[in-house]
T-cell receptor, first 116, second 114 residues
């Protein structure tokens, strides 16, 4: 079974631009979560989607948004890019939405975003 | 809100020696605990997880971890490391009712030397 795929793997943008990252979960998985990884802040949760609905959101400004499609694929968008948005963006998929019991998440290889 | 502390940012160890990577957490509710490994320029790979039941959890590549509720710890151990274990290791926690949101520690760089 194919793993989580993320496109593109590398991206270079300039300040003020916007960017869209894509994530395809493992076949059959319906939950997708996004994380930002930076040397300074480490791994931070952005948001979680399940059945096209945002279920949970981290502490990020409104410039960070996401959505999920009916086939469970997800995109995240960052508008008005800042230098500090340079990071590895990781997507994780799981079979179920987390509830009383957390479901195991499987991570993709990430998209490396560089903002100049 | 939950938090995770990995006290050791780097752990050097010789090949075939045992290793322990420490993880402590803080939460006001029940938690689920995970260890992930990240190799250079790759995503995170799940090593093992504790959801309930036996406090000793065995994972892939010969790793194991023990959940200690009184100490709020979930230390990762391996009796004999290999050069290929060189990577960064992350401890993570998810709270009951918190969905799939993971809170990660700052990571421990394990460097295995010959």
């Amino acid at each position: 079974k194919a793993g989580v795929t993320q496109t593109p793997r590398y991206l270079i943008k300039t300040r003020g631009q916007q960017v869209t990252l894509s994530c395809s979960p493992i076949s059959g998985h319906r939950s997708v979560s996004w994380y930002q990884q930076t040397p300074g802040q480490g791994l931070q949760f952005l948001f979680e989607y399940f059945s096209e609905t945002q279920r949970n959101k981290g502490n990020f400004p409104g410039r960070f948004s996401g959505r999920q499609f009916s086939n469970s694929r997800s995109e995240m968008n960052v508008s008005t890019l800042e230098l500090g948005d340079s990071a590895l963006y990781l997507c994780a998929s799981s079979l179920r939405a987390g509830g009383l019991t957390a479901d195991t998440q499987y991570f993709g290889p990430g998209t490396r975003l560089t903002v100049l | 809100a939950q938090s995770v502390t990995q006290l050791d940012s780097q752990v050097p160890v010789f090949e075939e020696a045992p290793v322990e990577l420490r993880c402590n957490y803080s939460s006001s509710v029940s938690v689920y605990l995970f260890w992930y490994v990240q190799y250079p320029n790759q995503g995170l790979q799940l090593l093992l997880k504790y959801l309930s039941g036996s406090t000793l959890v065995k994972g892939i590549n010969g790793f194991e971890a023990e959940f200690n509720k009184s100490q709020t710890s979930f230390h990762l151990r391996k009796p004999s490391v290999h050069i290929s274990d060189t990577a960064e290791y992350f401890c993570a926690v998810s709270e009951t009712g918190g969905g799939n949101k993971l809170t990660f520690g700052t990571g421990t760089q394990l460097k295995v030397e010959l």
